[in-house]
T-cell receptor, first 118, second 113 residues
Framework: GAVVSQHPSRVICKSGTSVKIECRSLDFQATTMFWYRQFPKKSLMLMATSNEGSKATYEQGVEKDKFLINHASLTLSTLTVTSAHPEDSSFYIC??????????????FGSGTRLTVV | KQEVTQIPAALSVPEGENLVLNCSFTDSAIYNLQWFRQDPGKGLTSLLLIQSSQREQTSGRLNASLDKSSGRSTLYIAASQPGDSATYLCAVRPQGGSEKLVFGKGTKLTVNP
């Protein structure tokens, strides 16, 4: 089945540094990549949607200069948290979306990245 | 704005019990509804997808129903097992052309041996 590889699974960084999270679709081409943030006991919050070769569309309230998204190919998307601060500590998950025929649209989620900023 | 609510937030049951998880959404204009499973510190695994024209879907011990007009869905788990322990998330895809999903906060299920 479809697999999305997300790395790293855990990262601890110092305040003020940048962290890059990578998501690769291993055996299919992802038309769209969705990036979510998840707080404990909260819903997944959609941060942005990116399509290959175009700029990401950010949800209201998400700082696009802080959360840089690159979708350079149909199999790779990255999220860079720039100048990270402790309040950016969270669980980040990517989801690759693609049409699978007969109008069926499917989502394959990465395994998530636990970011801790100290 | 579409909102998805899941009740209860947490549920603890003994092994073997049948159980029902509830999901409600405020806007019935949806394309489909999905149930996902999330294990601690992990991503999401799709369990069942119900198109807006469908009433239910079944997979093994899982059965999901959809009443679009009333904005409700249920996930029924038969003969629960400790391996079913996880957080179950409900998500709707609103109509309107976007592929975005709107998630509930989830129900954390613990099945005790």
């Amino acid at each position: 089945g479809a697999v999305v590889s997300q790395h790293p699974s855990r990262v601890i960084c110092k305040s003020g540094t940048s962290v890059k999270i990578e998501c690769r679709s291993l055996d299919f081409q992802a038309t769209t990549m969705f990036w979510y943030r998840q707080f404990p006991k909260k819903s997944l919050m959609l941060m942005a949607t990116s399509n290959e070769g175009s700029k990401a569309t950010y949800e209201q309230g998400v700082e696009k200069d802080k959360f840089l998204i690159n979708h350079a190919s149909l199999t790779l998307s990255t999220l860079t948290v720039t100048s990270a601060h402790p309040e950016d500590s969270s669980f980040y998950i990517c989801s690759a979306g693609t049409y699978r025929g007969f109008g069926d649209y499917g989502y394959t989620f990465g395994s998530g990245t636990r970011l801790t900023v100290v | 704005k579409q909102e998805v609510t899941q009740i209860p937030a947490a549920l603890s049951v003994p092994e073997g019990e049948n159980l029902v998880l509830n999901c409600s959404f405020t806007d019935s204009a949806i394309y489909n509804l999905q149930w996902f499973r999330q294990d601690p510190g992990k991503g999401l695994t799709s369990l069942l997808l119900i198109q807006s024209s469908q009433r239910e879907q079944t997979s093994g011990r899982l059965n999901a129903s959809l009443d679009k007009s009333s904005g409700r869905s249920t996930l029924y788990i038969a003969a629960s097992q400790p391996g079913d322990s996880a957080t179950y998330l409900c998500a709707v895809r609103p109509q309107g052309g976007s592929e975005k999903l709107v998630f509930g906060k989830g129900t954390k299920l613990t099945v005790n041996p």
